[in-house]
Structure formats: structure tokens, C-alpha cells
């Protein structure tokens, strides 16, 4: 197999330029539980407020099939309750991480799992934590609105004629 010989020819008249342009996400850090945990949201991802709306769906659909089965079931035998409600318990985890990261469930509980680390929290917890996050994803989706229109007058700004600022123009 023959080698292959790199050469490098540098032209002093080249130049390199290296252009960054930043992005304008807005990231709010939503401090969960008890401690120093947070779950991070951004008010410029345009599926958090769809995300966040089906997850309550899902929670209350949850919520009624539980109250469903007890209803159906009468005296359900106690093994088999156990085992709906840890059911229960896990589907609301999985919601609950699917529309703010893996782990956020864990963050939420954190002061409960350090005292009992195979802690499991009741559909009870979650609707509770779901209640909380409501005025949050509210506030963030307003702010976001605000700020939207601040941007658009201050770009439409740029494009409007500018002849009405000259002196003793009409």
C-alpha cells in the first residue's frame, strides 16, 4: 500500500475568521423539593407549554382511571392494590420526566427519598406537585409573550420610514 504524504501550502493572504453569533434562549431555573435541586425550563421551547398540557391530561386521566378501578373492584385484594398503585406511581413518574427530564420526579421528592430511598409517591404527590408547576409555566409563558412583542415593535422599528423624524417634517 503506497503512503500518503500530507502537504500543507499556507497563503499569507488568506485569513481565518471566525464569526459567533449567541442565541437569546431564556433558561429559568425552577428550584424543586426541598434542597438545591432545580428542574431547568425554557420559556423558548415552543413545546414545553403543549408538553405540559398533555402531561395534565394524561395525570387526570390517570387519576380517574384509579378512581375507576377502586370503584369496580370494591374489596380488591390487597396485594392487587398495591401493585395498581405503584402501577399508578410509576406511569405519573414517566409523565412528570417526560415533560421535564429524567430525574425530576426524584428532584421534586428529594427530602422523602433521603429519608426513605425506595419511596414511591402516591398520585396524591404528583397532583399536588402538578398544582405548583401551573402558576410557573403560566408566568413563563406570559413573560415570553411580553418579550415577543417588545422584539417584534423593536424589528418592525428598523423597516419603518424614518422621513417623519426630520425637522419641520409633517
Given at each position: 500500500?503506497?503512503?500518503?504524504?500530507?502537504?500543507k501550502i499556507e497563503n499569507?493572504?488568506?485569513k481565518t475568521e471566525e464569526i459567533r453569533i449567541d442565541n437569546r434562549v431564556t433558561l429559568t431555573k425552577v428550584y424543586v423539593g426541598g434542597g438545591d435541586d432545580f428542574i431547568v425550563?425554557?420559556?423558548?421551547?415552543?413545546?414545553?407549554?403543549?408538553?405540559f398540557m398533555a402531561a395534565g391530561d394524561e395525570?387526570?386521566?390517570?387519576?380517574?382511571?384509579m378512581e375507576k378501578k377502586e370503584s369496580e373492584s370494591g374489596e380488591m385484594d390487597y396485594k392487587k392494590e398495591i401493585e395498581e398503585r405503584k402501577y399508578f406511581s410509576e406511569k405519573a413518574t414517566a409523565i412528570m420526566d417526560g415533560v421535564f427530564g429524567e430525574g425530576t420526579t426524584r428532584k421534586f421528592f428529594g427530602d422523602v427519598y433521603a429519608v426513605i430511598p425506595n419511596f414511591q409517591p402516591d398520585l396524591e404527590c404528583f397532583l399536588d406537585?402538578?398544582?405548583?408547576?401551573?402558576?410557573?409555566i403560566e408566568r413563563l409563558s406570559e413573560h415570553k409573550?411580553?418579550?415577543?412583542?417588545?422584539?417584534?415593535?423593536q424589528r418592525m422599528a428598523k423597516y419603518?420610514?424614518?422621513?417623519h423624524k426630520r425637522k419641520g417634517a409633517k
Open positions: 500500500m503506497a503512503e500518503i504524504e500530507e502537504v499569507e493572504n488568506t425550563i425554557s420559556g423558548n421551547d415552543i413545546s414545553i407549554l403543549d408538553r395525570l387526570t386521566a390517570l387519576a380517574e382511571e406537585f402538578w398544582d405548583k408547576l401551573i402558576p410557573v409573550i411580553k418579550l415577543e412583542k417588545l422584539a417584534s415593535k419603518q420610514p424614518q422621513d
